[in-house]
């Protein structure tokens, strides 16, 4: 190899080095907001569970005969 060859080379390695390491700062960037993303939807979507299983509580208590009715009717 010449020298003018290992210049080159040397020159390609770089080139591709810093390529490289501009992809990985992009992935790394669109990774967070992935995870970001996907932090704010669970977040949202647990929110939202929450509030649905206290409808259900609510209405499971409204459903429900009251005691005292409940008592005095089978005592008739």
Known sequence: MTR???AEA??????I???QAASD????AQLTQVKQDSEEK???VATEVGGAK???EATKT????PRANST???AT
Not at 10 to 15: A, D, F, G, H, N
């Open 4 to 6: 003018a060859e290992i």
């Open 10 to 15: 040397k020159s390609r390695s770089e080139s």
């Open 17 to 19: 080095r810093k390529e």
């Open 25 to 28: 700062q992009k992935l790394a």
């Open 42 to 44: 669970i977040g949202a």
């Open 54 to 56: 206290k409808d259900i």
């Open 62 to 65: 409204d459903l429900k005969p």
């Open 72 to 74: 005095a009717a089978s």
